[in-house]
């Protein structure tokens, strides 16, 4: 089993930057895919974004250049570095990983492993 642990989350202005960071425990998989989704008040969890082994990254298009993961296999530990927040990246965060070193996907049935979520709400 492996524990995810977000940390990060909170309230900010609009146009604001936050890191949220993701530590892994237990049996951690230095090559198995992690990602960072989220979930809006009546909306479906989405990917926005994903990392595989040796730094390959997959991004939701809409986010790109706004949104970043990176990964510190020596801490376990995966991070998000969001800038240029908007009201609509209000969400609860969520960091997952794959049990496997299999490709990175979108969809959250691929992850076996999920943190409690991290709230981020951007203020207007």
């Known amino acids: 089993q492996v524990q995810l642990v977000e940390s990060g989350g909170g309230l900010v202005q609009d146009g604001d930057s936050l890191r949220l960071s993701c530590t892994a425990s237990?049996?951690?998989?230095?090559?198995?895919?992690m990602a960072w989704f989220r979930q809006a008040p009546g909306k479906e969890r989405e990917l926005v974004t994903a990392?595989?082994?040796?730094?390959?990254?997959y991004s939701k298009d809409s986010l790109k250049g706004r949104f970043a993961i990176s990964r510190d296999n020596a801490k376990n530990t995966v991070y998000l570095e969001m800038d240029n927040l908007t009201p609509e990246d209000t969400a609860v965060y969520y960091c997952?990983?794959?049990?496997?070193?299999?490709?990175?996907?979108?969809?959250?049935?691929?992850?076996?492993?999920w943190g409690q979520g991290t709230q981020v709400t951007v203020s207007s």
């Open positions: 990392i595989g082994w040796r730094g390959a990254t």
């Open positions: 997952a990983a794959k049990s496997r070193v299999v490709s990175m996907t979108a969809a959250p049935e691929d992850y076996d492993y």
């Open positions: 237990g049996r951690t998989c230095t090559g198995c895919p």
